[in-house]
């Protein structure tokens, strides 16, 4: 990379109208970690911090033009998946990606939002895990994906491991299970398919964790995108999102966003 270019990062994901989640909370995070940050938008969904109102997914012609319009002309150093929403914007997603050789991807398996509404038909768990999974550098799921994608129970850190080499089995070269929702601390495990490294932050007490997992992701797919190793950019992705939640600020009456430029904004 020249010295006077900027690393581009490519979110393919849902758009939160309530600016926690999706698109909004990717773009929000490249821009923390100084990287240019470019969309696909996959499906507009009628959202706040008391859950998701409503969903109109994007016709898949509609997803891959963007991706087109994105990699042909600008390029990305990483690109990032969050919600796909079906089987056909998966197998869209994952052609386009195939076809344009894209090697730095991070795979946010997004299921459901922080309310427990679904954004990802039930159908399309198997689409996801065998269409796209085995694309991925980085797979990001949480206890519940990783249950889902695993079948494997996620309730310990031992399970959590088991889970990871059985989503590890399915393709990605690396795989982060997060621990925010299990355990006493918030520790995420990560699998290379052959060691183990843990990744530990204390808990933080908060209702503002709304966007954590598409906040999480992205910081990989950003730090990927500077250059850095899986490895570093997993310890600073932790380390971003445990910031950001600890420093987050209330906004609506539900599940709160994280604060995203908690670097500059006091």
């Known amino acids: 990379m020249s010295a006077d270019r900027k690393p581009v990062a490519l979110t393919i994901a849902g758009s939160d109208s309530g ?37 109109h997914e ?15 002309d600008i390029g990305a150093d990483a690109v990032k998946t969050g919600m796909l929403a079906s089987v056909p914007i998966i197998e869209a997603v994952a052609d386009r990606l195939e076809r344009r050789a894209v090697q730095c991807l991070v795979v946010d398996p997004v299921m459901t939002a ?45 399970q959590a491991r088991e889970a990871a080499r059985a989503i590890h089995a399915l393709g990605p070269r690396r795989v982060v299970v997060k621990g925010g929702h299990f ?21 933080i007490a908060t209702s503002n964790t709304h966007g954590t997992g598409c906040t999480f992701a992205s910081a990989v797919a950003a730090a990927l995108a500077h250059g850095d190793s899986v490895e ?35």
């Open 183 to 203: 355990g006493e601390d918030a520790v995420d495990v990560l699998y290379d398919g052959a060691a183990f490294e843990e990744f530990p932050a204390r808990r």
């Open 114 to 158: 922080k309310g427990g509404d679904r954004l990802l038909r039930e159908d399309a768990v198997g689409a996801l895990a065998s269409r796209l999974l085995p694309l991925a550098l980085v797979a990001t799921p949480n206890a519940s994906e990783a249950e889902a994608l695993s079948g494997c129970p996620v309730r310990t850190m031992e």
């Open 58 to 72: 994007v016709p898949p012609d509609v997803a891959q033009a963007q991706i087109d319009a994105v990699l042909s």
């Open 19 to 55: 600016g926690g989640a999706g698109i909004q909370a990717d773009l929000k995070t490249f821009a923390a970690f100084g990287v240019y940050g470019a969309s696909a938008v996959t499906a507009v969904t009628a959202q706040n911090t008391l859950g998701v109102t409503a969903v």
């Open 232 to 266: 570093s950019a997993v310890a600073q992705a932790k380390a971003y999102v445990t910031a950001a939640i600890a420093s987050a600020f209330p906004v609506g009456a539900g599940h709160g966003p994280l604060n995203h430029f908690h670097r500059w904004w006091t």
